[in-house]
């Protein structure tokens, strides 16, 4: 056995598999010889950091959750959107999540609002945060059904963790008091712990009414609402559109 050979199955021993790859090709890359060791080393560094990179961020989006693959670079700014380009890019940091601060979004059905909340916590998860991805309808059951098997505690502590909560689409389906209740707790410790991102057919003046105690209502509108970044999207739903760009063809 060669001692390249040696060295790569040392390397794997040690789960240095990604180095071992890296530097297994170097030796079918002649121009590489002409490197010094230092510069020879620094790459097969660069490789294992990278693939760790790589790895950590397909962790946090499978962990997220998100519904569908979505990035910001992919957005459409047409001018019946509504978008405003520099107000997105300003958002792209996540300075945002790591000040704590929410993110609403709004707009009919149709419009992107689901893509939109993925492709920032997709972002979210490119610069090392936790992501967590909820619909609002199906996240009522799950709190009923917390309930009902001794669970909210658990769901409480996922739901409060993450640097990012998305909830999309609120408004869809019926708001329980105990649901709401839990959902108060949620917000409250988050504002400590991390950002809410929440999509809604509905404008935030609308709100208060999805809720079924006002003074839950006022308490979460007023830890959410005035401490929100807010994108309103227009036009066209798209599903409409991409429908209609399916048959054409």
Known sequence: MSTVQQTINRLKELRLSSMAEAYDL???QPKLYQLGFDDRFSLLVEHKASARESKKLNRLIRAAG??????LE???YGASRGLDKSHVASLAGCEWVRQKLNLVIVGATGVGKTWLASAFGTQACRLGMSVVFHRASELYGDIAMAMHDGSLPKLKAELIKPSLLILDDLGLGDISPSAAQVL???VDRRMRSGSLLITSQYPTDQWHGLFPDPTIADAILDRVVHQSHRLTLK???MRKLKAKQTMQK
Request: net charge negative; proline share 6%.
């Open 66 to 71: 998100f519904p569908e693959a979505a990035t």
């Open 26 to 28: 170097q030796h079918h």
């Open 184 to 186: 108060l707790d949620v």
């Open 74 to 76: 992919d957005v459409g």
């Open 235 to 237: 036009g066209d739903s």
